[in-house]
């Protein structure tokens, strides 16, 4: 079964408005990843959050991660109608075990 | 970055023929690559772990005879989709670990979209 379920499952929002995907997952994890992928694509890595840590940013991107609740967020700050995708996370214990995803809209 | 590549993009095929998707690394080396499925608008599900000089680890519920894989050198793996049926058609991509191994980012290929009619 999938490791991680990710609430919204779809999200719409204007152009430079704030966009917090959440991912919660069941077991314990090395590490926890949020992959992008535009429609019909490969994926594309954007962040890794090592399950030591609970924050992490890059760029317009923020993770945090709590393993106590095993859970994570991913927010986008001033969203782009190009940061229109669908946003996976990802578990790694002993393999990458992906969530369900958030299809995210970002409109003009 | 790493480059990660996959031939076809696309395929269209007959029921029962067998049809081969490449995943390639471009510009590093990969003795372990991944396997995966998408279905339309659903997760990546992991089919199995492409291993250089050794066979392949399926994950449980995936047909070994039905999707072959062979990972003939450090920068290729084939997957074989055997006499494909309609129910085989979806999004296949492939994916290789960066430096550091399996632990860290994957780099993924830009997928190929098999339909069997």
């Known amino acids: 079964s999938q490791q991680g379920e990710e609430d919204p499952q779809a999200l719409s929002i204007q152009e430079g408005e704030n966009a917090t995907m959440n991912c919660s997952y069941k077991?314990?994890?090395?590490?926890l990843q949020w992959y992008r992928q535009n429609s019909g694509r490969g994926l594309v890595h954007l962040i890794l959050?090592?399950?030591?840590?609970r924050e992490k940013h890059s760029g317009r991107l923020r993770v945090t991660l709590d393993t106590s609740k095993k859970s994570s967020s991913l927010l986008i700050t001033a969203s782009r109608a190009a940061d229109t995708a669908s946003y996976f996370c990802a578990t790694f214990a002993s393999k990458l075990t992906f969530g369900t995803g958030t299809r995210l809209q970002v409109t003009l | 970055g790493a480059v990660v590549s996959q031939h076809p993009s696309w395929v269209i095929c007959k029921s029962g023929t067998s049809v081969k998707i490449e995943c390639r690394s471009l510009?590093?080396?990969?003795?372990?690559m991944f396997w995966y499925r998408q279905f339309p608008k659903q997760s990546l599900m992991l089919m199995a772990t492409s291993n250089e000089g050794s066979k392949a680890t399926y994950e449980q519920g995936v047909e070994k005879d039905k999707f072959l894989i062979n990972h003939a050198s450090l920068t290729l793996s084939t997957l074989t989709v055997t006499s494909a049926h309609p129910e085989d058609s979806s999004f296949y991509i492939c994916?290789?670990?960066?430096?550091?191994?399996?632990?860290?980012?994957?780099?993924f290929g830009p997928g190929t979209r098999l339909t069997v009619l």
């Open positions: 077991t314990s994890i090395n590490n």
């Open positions: 994916s290789a670990p960066g430096y550091g191994g399996s632990y860290n980012e994957q780099f």
């Open positions: 959050i090592r399950s030591n840590e």
């Open positions: 510009d590093f080396q990969a003795t372990t």
